[in-house]
């Protein structure tokens, strides 16, 4: 009997878990291309804490390469206070990359919109 899910979609599926999304967008350049090119990326790293968002491969690696060097858990005498610390100054480089990512977005729009013809709002919907 022929498997109702292909291989394909099963692999999709475990790549949505594995995102822990199913409608995967790299947070940092807004690829949304294959899943299974995207990894999920932990803010700060996993022994730190378990959040995180969607990043290409490419963008992961580059963040990636920022962090080499650095602890991958707590190295001080108080853990709390170290996780913390990096977990705050993890997440204000990811909302930078972020802020990075809609100016540029908002830039393209604001172009777009000097080329294109008018839309009312009803008819976006
Ligand atoms: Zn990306």
Redesign the pocket.
Same mark, same amino acid.
């Given at each position: 009997m022929d498997d109702i899910i292909s291989k394909e979609e099963k692999q999709r599926e475990k790549d949505y878990r594995r995102l822990r999304t199913r409608t995967p967008v %790299? =947070?940092? #350049?807004?690829?949304s291309g294959s899943s299974s090119s995207?990894h999920y990326s932990h803010i700060a790293p996993r022994r730190f804490h378990d959040d995180g968002g969607v990043? %290409? =491969?490419? #963008?992961?690696g580059e963040r990636s390469a920022a962090e080499r060097g650095l602890s991958y858990e707590p190295q001080s005498e108080n853990p709390q206070m170290e996780t913390i610390g990096r977990y705050l100054l993890a997440l204000a480089e990811w909302l930078t990359r972020i802020a990075e990512t809609i100016a540029a977005f908002g830039a393209w729009l604001l172009d777009f919109a000097e080329s294109s013809p008018n839309v009312e709002p009803e008819a976006i919907a």
């Open positions: %790299c =947070l940092t #350049c807004g690829y995207m990043q %290409c =491969l490419n #963008c992961h």
